[in-house]
């Protein structure tokens, strides 16, 4: 008896799951234009940083980007972070409470490059800052280093303008080595307390060597250049 009660809870959990995965998906449908939205402001922002990286090369004869890659935040993505932070389920919810829906992730050689291309794109008078969070002057207690930019850039549709959100991370290749290592070990990952503890320290440890090894970088690319 109590078997089939837990079969039915089991399959009542599973229906309400797909239910609201069903909700999010439909929602994603009818939110084509938004979407369609914000991959345009990813490509206008990958296009500036393409462009300042081609000019540093010429001017400069030095590229401050390795790499550029974006992303559209995944439906179970949106809908886990409206749950957690307690926000409506809505396309408005989503415009207004969620801020990275679109990301750009710029790969940088330098600690220095990051902040002169953040600079450089914030002193751009299409572009506004909503939020900036420093993860490098001030890591994560776990060891994470980025610069994180909230901005707002136009894209220019047929008769309108509209104003969209994009998260920006800039990071060296050692923060980003540590970051895609981490997120792939355990970032949000549920473990035992004895595991969280050692493997803690652990990637500490692992993070600030990272961080030494791009300030010894710095300061070697400091000496040749003078
Ligand atoms: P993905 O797949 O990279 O998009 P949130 O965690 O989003 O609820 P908040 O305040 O909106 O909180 O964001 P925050 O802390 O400024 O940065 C969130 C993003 O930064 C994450 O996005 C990661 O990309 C990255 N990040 C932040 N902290 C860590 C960390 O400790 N380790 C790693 N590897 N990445 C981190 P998403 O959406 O979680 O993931």
């Keep these: 008896m109590s078997e089939i009660k837990d079969i039915v809870k089991k399959l009542e959990q599973i229906l309400t799951e797909t239910e609201s995965k069903r909700e999010v998906e439909d929602l994603f449908n009818s939110s084509r234009e938004l979407m369609s939205a914000y991959r345009c402001a990813i490509m206008e922002i990958e296009t500036k940083f393409n462009v300042l990286n081609d000019y540093f090369s010429l001017q400069h004869e030095r590229n401050p980007i390795e790499t550029i890659t974006s992303r559209l935040k995944s439906p179970e993505s949106i809908k886990e972070k409206l749950i957690r932070r307690g926000y409506p ?9 969620l801020f990275d829906i679109a990301g750009v992730r710029v790969i940088c ?118």
């Design 89 to 97: 389920i809505s396309l408005e919810s989503i415009e207004n409470n």
């Design 109 to 226: 050689s330098f600690i220095d490059d990051i902040y002169m291309l953040a600079d450089c794109l914030l002193a751009q008078d299409d572009i506004t800052l909503i939020e900036k969070k420093d993860y490098i002057k001030n890591p994560k207690p776990n060891g994470y280093r980025s610069l994180h930019l909230i901005i707002e850039v136009p894209i220019f549709l047929q008769n309108t303008k509209k104003k969209v959100k994009v998260e920006v991370q800039l990071r060296t290749i050692a923060m980003e080595f540590w970051a895609k290592l981490e997120h792939r070990l355990r970032y949000k990952k549920h473990l035992d307390e004895k595991t969280i503890n050692y493997t803690s320290d652990e990637l500490l440890e692992c993070a600030n060597l990272c961080s030494t090894l791009d300030t010894k970088m710095q300061n070697i690319r400091n000496i040749i250049e003078k």
